[in-house]
């Protein structure tokens, strides 16, 4: 096994933040994790997973051991009457995974496409996009769990999915106390996930309730579009709205459409007849998180080298140089300004915004 001292983290997060890792270890392998697991002894040490990097804000060096998560592999592992299982290693870069289902012809995961990270940090967050969530299509993963090298497999009800929240985000339970992975109890910390596997519906309908795809539709003239073409207005939609990672360094949206009651959203719209929302099937709705952050002036301001990108207020970006540790944006400074834009928002709509990615 190869641990790399004071590790560079700057090319590993796509904020492009000037951070080190005292140790470092690439995982390449469910059985890899039991090995680090046992050899490190996880259960007494604390340590850090780090996927493809981009939900994350770093606010210094990481002390704690790094897991950098790099599983490959994808493949057809079940076909039933309703749907292709399909699965992923967890370090899959998760754009290529979806393209790689469409070229097998397996629709479904079009409208999640260009979202960046890998496949291993998709359920933790519970990725989103265009009328489609993760748990729309989740089956199942394996896990190992990091404090006993033990590993085991979660179902949708295991992991206890919710608007970019699952079990993998809240508290574990105190080493020694059973079964971490029962559903109900918190993994965050404990558990590291291997690979990912999915159900891609046979009986595939498009998804096109969001304004901008039916935009495309109505320009293409396109009565029925095919999973092809909705990935192809997907990722056009993707790539005029937010900056690529590689060259203006950017964690995505960071911050969490709010959600409020319909008495909550009228009061608003009687100040605020423009606010983009939209009703949700539990009751509420949603908010707009750009919206909101636009609304309030921020569209294209800059505090230190952090930023506000100029079409997407909801993407705060690195305007130093994303390459380079002395030049490139510090956490402090995306955390000082997306604190300035949280209390923004709040003062004038009454509303705090939570911000997506992890900071460390």
Not at 45 to 58: K, R, T
Not at 130 to 138: M, T
Not at 320 to 333: A, C, I, K, Y
């Amino acid at each position: 096994m190869l641990v790399e001292k004071n590790a560079s983290l700057q090319s590993a997060n796509s904020f492009g933040i000037a951070a080190r890792a005292r140790e470092l270890v690439r995982l390449h392998s469910e059985a890899a994790v039991q090995e680090a697991a046992a050899h490190f002894d996880l259960a007494r040490q604390p340590f850090f997973v780090l996927g493809g990097g981009s939900n994350i804000v770093l606010t210094g060096d990481v002390e704690p051991l790094v897991l950098k998560v790099e599983i490959p592999g994808m493949a057809l592992v079940e076909e039933t009457a309703r749907h292709w299982i399909v699965q992923a290693g967890a370090g899959v870069d998760w754009h290529a995974f979806v393209a790689w289902t469409l070229q097998q012809g397996w629709p479904g995961l079009e409208n999640l496409a260009l979202i960046p990270g890998t496949v291993g940090a998709a359920p933790v967050q519970n990725i989103g996009a265009y009328g489609v969530e993760l748990q729309d299509r989740f089956h199942s993963l394996s896990a190992v769990d990091c404090l006993t090298g033990q590993a085991f497999a979660l179902d949708a009800a295991q992991c206890a999915f919710g608007y970019r929240d699952s079990v993998f985000k809240h508290a574990a339970p105190v080493a020694g106390q059973g079964a971490g992975w029962q559903r109900g109890m918190g993994l965050a910390g404990r558990a590291l996930i291997t690979s990912v596997r999915l159900a891609l519906p046979k009986a595939w309908r498009p998804e096109l309730e969001y304004l901008d795809l039916q935009r495309k539709r109505e320009e293409a003239g396109i009565a029925q579009p095919d999973a092809r073409r909705i990935f192809d207005w997907v990722c056009q939609i993707r790539q005029a709205k937010l900056p690529d990672p590689a060259v203006l360094g950017n964690a995505g949206s960071f911050f969490k459409n709010p959600a409020v009651t319909p008495e909550q959203c009228r009061d608003i719209i009687a100040r605020e007849p423009k606010i983009v929302h939209y009703p949700m099937p539990d009751g509420s709705i949603k908010l707009a998180a750009g919206w909101l952050i636009d609304a309030c002036g921020w569209r294209g301001k800059t505090v230190g080298r952090a930023g506000v990108y100029e079409k997407q207020a909801l993407v705060l970006v690195n305007r130093g140089d994303r390459h380079s540790p002395d030049t490139s944006v510090t956490g402090g400074e995306v955390m000082t300004l997306a604190k300035a834009i949280q209390t923004s928002v709040y003062e004038r709509f009454g509303i705090l915004l939570q911000p997506e990615p992890v900071v460390v």
